[in-house]
């Protein structure tokens, strides 16, 4: 069972919800979940009676007290909302080898199983930029996962979406190497940024600036490691044969980072009963309106719909005949 936790982020956390001035706020409960070798840092919002929990996936520009305004507002809705930072990110210290994209997924994996186990209800994982991905990853093999939310679901080892992704044309001909590499230098950690488009997070030079300034987030310095994993780590199942919940799809329209484009690539495979809404006027950090009501109007409904399908039938009470006079 996770244990309580003051968990002292930087003021700067807080700025995050300056880009929400019309979302509800309610301060989360900090716990520490154990898991590896130092634990993951995570927000819990919402009843802890709720009859559905999401869990919100972050990316590597982000980590889970970013996500407080979107949490609060699906805890508003009668929600219980978990916002982990994942190993390297926001209070999750972690080694060099646990910082990658296949111990995210472990990490993810055992945090469902363990809330399971402590109060069986139905999960919906929501991934935000290439936690979108990494929240299809972690779907593809839970078998607590109901629902699917994505804002971005592009397949990293598409080449069309490294090319997206990967700052300079010259640093896609070293993906190959990255894993080597990433053994040999071990705790050698670069910043983010260097590698990837960090400066096309938002449409809002305020909201990128804060990101890239923060170094539980965008700012971070992170082991070559993330990076190789990243471009390497493949699905338990191919989207062909991804049927084990429903994916929603709520993707910013004017995302200059990850054009919907390169998300409807992995998106229109899917197998999976599949909803897909663009978010108007938003970038790849969806805070702008009216995308951000869109978000709303089709997160609410998917995630009530799925905790609906999946609440505990009534027992039904058996007839008994009249007795013959």
Known sequence: MPACDSAPYPALSARYADFFPDQPTAAPRSERFGWGAGGLQMDRHGSADAGLTVVLVHGAGGYGRMFAPLAAGLAAAGHEVLAPDLPGYGLSPATWSSVDYGTWKQALLALIDAEHQRRPRPIV?????????????????????????????????????????????????????????????????????????MQRMSRDPALTALVCAD???????????????????????????????????????????????????????????????????????????????????????????????????????KAHPESET
């Open 125 to 197: 994982l929501l991934g935000a930029s290439i936690g979108g991905y990494l929240a299809y990853l972690v779907a593809a093999e839970s078998p607590w996962v109901r629902g699917l939310v994505a804002t971005t679901l592009a397949d990293p080892r598409d080449p069309v979406v490294q090319a997206a992704l990967v700052h300079q044309p010259w640093m896609r001909t070293f993906l190959p190497t990255l894993r080597p590499l990433s053994r040999m230098t071990r705790g050698l950690r670069v910043p983010v940024r260097w590698f990837t488009h």
């Open 215 to 317: 170094p539980l987030g965008g700012g971070n310095r992170v082991p070559l490691g993330l990076l190789a994993s990243l471009f390497d780590t493949a699905p338990a199942l191919e989207p062909e044969q991804f049927r084990r919940c429903p994916v929603l799809m709520v993707h910013p329209a004017s995302d200059d980072w990850t054009p919907v484009a390169i998300s409807d690539r992995f998106f229109q495979r899917l197998a999976a009963p599949k909803q897909r809404v663009l978010l108007d006027g938003c970038g790849h950090f969806p805070i702008e309106q009216p995308g951000l009501d869109q978000l709303r109007d089709a997160l609410l409904p998917f995630v009530q719909h799925i905790a609906s399908e999946n609440a505990p039938k009534p027992l039904m009470q």
